[in-house]
């Protein structure tokens, strides 16, 4: 019987996390680190050598890529391969998360005056970035008969956005700022870009999962926190670490039995 702490175990295992350096990359930066994997972290900055040594240990790396071009995802597979001569895990976490505030918001966010260029945008980072890294880093894990790709989703993939949750007083209806519709596509897509990688490429050993995490507080006014907080059973957003688990588990030998899945973490939200 195998050792129940050893299902965990990502020692040696090298995972490349897109978006890297933003809010929820860190965190599954630190879950990859912490279970003895080397987290690379692949976004448009890049954090310092000192830095990424201190957080995640001496073999983790930062690199500079923009992921919606494909010679420079192909380049960062180079440079991760000639390093460490190996791919274990993509986490494909990168986004263009439109905040609903600000001045712009009310221009910005309704879907009769959305942008084709902002439009455009979403789509590039957000599903063709998770395309193009699966292609390149998903091809190589599949050359090696093994690997892992977990995709973030969203609540927002599996339900709609409740608008009533921006609103602001004072604004006429026709006005109000809305929960872009990219994001809605873009989540929703992303869960079926995993089925279909998941049963694509299941002889070759890749399995492939979603997770659909809800909102994580980070500071957002009370009032939107409130609103929000009634739409969920546990009564409250997410801790910025409470996905930490999920990445874990799916990144890990603990999942080896699930492929083309949706892991919804999302405090009961979506149950209403």
């Known amino acids: 019987m ?9 020692t040696g295992r090298v995972a ?6 933003g809010l ?3 965190q599954h930066a630190s879950a990859i680190a912490g279970a003895g994997g080397i987290p690379v972290l692949a976004d448009i900055r890049q954090l310092p050598a000192d830095v990424m040594r201190e957080r995640f240990g001496p073999d983790a790396i930062s690199l500079v890529g ?16 000639k390093k460490f001569g190996r791919v274990d895990i993509l986490i494909n976490n990168a986004a263009n998360n439109p905040k ?6 009310l221009e910005k966010s309704r879907f009769e005056t959305f942008s084709l260029d902002q439009w455009h945008a979403d789509l590039a980072v957000s599903l063709t970035g998770s395309f193009l890294c699966s292609q390149v880093f998903g091809a190589e894990m599949a050359r090696r008969k093994g690997g892992v790709i977990v995709n973030l989703a969203s609540d927002l993939a599996v339900i709609a956005p409740d608008q009533r949750i921006y609103r602001k007083g004072g604004v006429a209806p026709d006005q109000q700022p809305v929960k872009p519709v990219t994001y809605s596509v873009v989540k929703t897509a992303i869960l079926g870009l995993t089925r279909y990688l998941a049963t694509y490429w299941a002889e070759a050993g890749v ?5 659909s995490p809800g909102g994580v507080f980070n500071g957002q006014p009370d009032e939107f926190v409130a609103r929000l907080s009634q739409l ?13 688990g999920a990445i874990l588990f799916l990144c890990s030998d603990a999942s080896s039995y ?8 999302d405090g009961g939200r979506s149950c209403w």
Do not use: C, W
Request: charged letters at 15%.
């Open 66 to 81: 923009d992921i919606t071009k494909s010679d420079e995802v192909s380049a960062l597979l180079d440079v991760v391969l």
């Open 2 to 10: 195998q050792n129940f702490p050893n299902l965990f175990d990502l």
């Open 24 to 26: 929820l990359g860190l």
């Open 100 to 105: 609903v505030e600000g001045p712009s918001a």
């Open 258 to 265: 699930m492929t083309g899945s949706n892991l919804i973490i």
């Open 232 to 244: 969920i059973p546990m009564g409250r957003m997410a801790h910025l670490n409470e996905y930490q």
């Open 207 to 211: 399995r492939v999962n979603a997770i």
């Open 16 to 21: 490349v996390i897109t978006g890297g350096t």
